[in-house]
């Protein structure tokens, strides 16, 4: 180094405490060095691209526009070449002498406000060029700015005692970046290594990456392509390479926003729910980029949680490219993209559901949980998701799927609520004395079959400002079928009530005449309409004491010819009666799933037979 050409700087008091900080942190994930210079070239690749618009002449035009890394064991150095602006000499103090960039200066700040470990927040900032200095204390900057009369320089710096600039002859454009590694970081040095985090992160970028002289970049961005310029097949070996998959997608959506905010995004449904009952939840697989670079490949708060069976890419320039995963929940603009983007594949599912509904079921039938699931636990999305979900209904064929609006539209004049039932079938519910009521009064009932219905009805109380009702629910009015009123007699129906209540004592809270039943001869309501097993066994997990059978109302019908024979029983037979009355709560109950305990109905029924064949 000749002395006059020579020339020694010191940092800016802020980036001598940062590098302070990196230089000593213990930071694990030092590979993030290499996606910071990665992305430093891309951006000076991309600058020069720009100004190639519009510049006539720029230094070394035939070089062209990729990026050479370079691993030597031997030296135990790594080399980031790229040919891009290149910096002049006041740059080269400004840029790498000062901060400048957003994510350092947060870095500071976040630093100088709270007494958080250093380590944290290096994840959390990500800290650019100066992350070079977590595994190397001799880096190298040689560099040729665009112009044709530009000066070659090289920049130096141990990242401790300041940094020194001199001209250095024979560079091309662009900028060469020559980490001599610590001791300890030896690992960096490696051909292997290097291309393992290069694909991890890098893979993307679109211009070529070369290491050691071989291409490791294979994919395109293509979602920041214009979709005419994209075919099917590309799209199809995108999907392959995002979702590390095999098949076809179902669906994809590609689209490209400018405002409110810069969004490339290019989304698929894979040809299978990637979750099976047992198995747990699979992780987000939308990766979140910046303008190319890859910021998180499984990001957590990037989209609402039920949406994770998305493969893909968003992509947004308004994001920090240091932004980091403990940061991205906190951060405002993530959750506007979640949000958008949200919105805009509801969106897209509603059109597709009415563009080809045959290709919507199917993707309903398989995805249909993760939607539900969107239903209990996204309540900016509720009522858009509510929209998409399909049930089987009384009023259609078993295998037709009704939406709550058709359920809606087709309601009686002064029907004020939607009635379901949830079964784990429709046969289950067509033979349960539940459906009678509704049947014949025309009114429709939902069929609720997979096991997260039940939570999902509990979750939303109302569609269109229409409740929503178990049919197996007590205290439901319906109004009185013609003809009932004159056969039934008030009087003796209440007698017969109060005696079965009376011989069945705790295990009923009550025994009311039906209004609703109409061929079975009773049946068995709950306040809060039925609950599945599994319901159950939580409820009891939660409160040791609860029984789902305390509250039960037993509905009698007395123009049933069951109950009238009971009836005159009563007098003649009390022995053989009681028992009776005693066995149809105990039907009701074990058609209602509310049997708890049944071993006293097999004697019972037993000890029925014997008093009738005695007769
Ligand atoms: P950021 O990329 O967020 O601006 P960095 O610390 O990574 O912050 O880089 C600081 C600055 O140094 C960049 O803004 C850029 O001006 C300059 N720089 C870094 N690497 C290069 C490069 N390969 N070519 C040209 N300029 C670069
Ligand atoms: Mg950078």
Known sequence: MSSESEDTHSFQAEVQQLLDIVINSLYTDKEIFVREL?????????????LQLTEKTVADPDLGLEINIATDEEANTITVADYGIGMTKDELISNLGTIAQSGSKAFLKELSEGDR???????QFGVGFYSAFMVS?????YTRSWTEDSEHLCWTSDGKAGYQIETSPGQHRGTKIVIKLKEGQEEFSKDSRIKGILENYSNFVPFPILLNGERVNTVEAIWMKPKSDISDEEYLEFYK?????????RYRMHFNADAPLMINSLLFVPSENPERPGFGQVDPGVSLYCNKVLIDSSPKSLLPDWLRFLKGVIDSEDLPLNISRESMQDSALVQKLNRLIAKRFIKFLDRESKSD???????YENFRSFLKEGVITDLENRDDLLKLLRFESSAEQAGESSTLEDYVTRMQEDQDKIFYQIAPDRQTIESAPY???????NLEVLFLYDPIDEYMVGAIPSYADKQLVSIAQSGIELEELPGNEQEADEKQASALCQWMKESLGDRVAEVNVSKRLVDSPAAALTPGGQMSPQMKQMMRQIDPEFSSTKEVHLEINPRHKLLKSLESARASQPELAKLIAEQIADNALLSAGLLEEGRDMVSRVYEIMQQSLDK
């Open 38 to 50: 990665v992305s430093n070239a891309v951006d000076a690749l991309e600058k020069l691209r720009h």
């Open 117 to 123: 470990k250093e380590a944290n927040i290096i994840g």
């Open 137 to 141: 204390d001799e880096v190298a900057v």
């Open 241 to 249: 390479f995002a979702a590390k998959a095999f098949d076809e997608p």
């Open 357 to 363: 509904t045959g290709k919507f079921i199917e993707f």
């Open 435 to 441: 459906i009678e009521a509704f049947k014949a009064r």
